[in-house]
């Protein structure tokens, strides 16, 4: 069965800084997707970036990026300039294809952006 | 653009009572997941359908029960509820013919009292 792990509970940035959050995951299969997803307050699932395994390019949206790390099956999510809206419970989460199979998410990690 | 849509968006429910969830898909979305989220917790998947068929199954329990329809909405049914199955239910949505990710609707909250 696949796993996902976020190690980091709970994390603190201060606005504009950087801050890395991070993934690791367990699988035997070699084609899957890796995500984070956001929920902020209000509790809505915000997909915040996707990667696909084959891909050996690191997935990059604006301000978001990931390091990706097949090997080490390690997934790491960098927040560049961070903003007070960033404020949210960060998940991590892993599916194998096809499109219809389960999400497996971590247990996520709030992330606190401080003016 | 248009998203999942869930309704309703909060109901209350009494023990023993059933309750049942509604999700709309995005447009010529085909897939269609209802996720579980307890207070503090990271979402547990319950059932997935595909092109109306069950695609794949997690930790539903038998008093619970969903399909999707021909125009691809999905419905949740939750019988002699409990307690514990107070929680914010999630639906959502992807193509597997377009190859997108799951997109979340803004989710069903229940509370049994």
């Known amino acids: 069965a696949q796993t996902v792990t976020q190690s980091q509970p709970e994390m603190s940035v201060q606005e504009a800084e950087t801050v890395t959050l991070s993934c690791t995951y367990d699988?035997?299969?070699?084609?899957?997707?890796l995500f984070w997803y956001k929920q902020p307050p209000s509790r809505q699932m915000i997909l915040v970036i996707r990667?696909?395994?084959?891909?050996?390019q690191n997935a990059t949206e604006n301000r978001f990026s990931v390091n990706f790390q097949k090997a080490a099956k390690s997934f790491s999510l960098k927040i560049s300039d961070s903003q007070l809206g960033d404020t949210a419970m960060y998940f991590c989460a892993f599916m194998t294809p096809p499109w219809g199979r389960a999400l497996v998410f971590g247990k996520g990690t709030r992330l606190s952006v401080i003016a | 653009a248009a998203g999942v849509i869930q309704s309703p968006r909060h109901l209350i429910k009494e023990k023993r009572e059933t309750a049942t969830l509604k999700c709309y898909p995005i447009?010529?979305?085909?897939?269609v997941y209802w996720y579980q989220q307890g207070p503090g917790q990271d979402p547990q998947f319950l059932i997935s359908?595909?092109?109306?068929?069950?695609?794949d199954k997690g930790s539903i329990p038998d008093r619970f029960s969903a399909q999707q329809f021909s125009d691809y909405h999905s419905e949740l049914n939750m019988s002699s509820l409990e307690l514990g199955d107070s929680a914010l239910y999630f639906c959502?949505?992807?193509?597997?013919?377009?190859?997108?990710?799951?997109?979340f609707g803004q989710g069903t909250r229940l509370t049994v009292v």
């Open positions: 959502a949505s992807s193509s597997g013919a377009e190859d997108t990710e799951a997109f």
């Open positions: 699988t035997s299969e070699s084609n899957y997707y």
């Open positions: 990667q696909e395994a084959y891909k050996q």
């Open positions: 447009p010529r979305h085909d897939t």
């Open positions: 359908f595909y092109e109306k068929m069950q695609s």
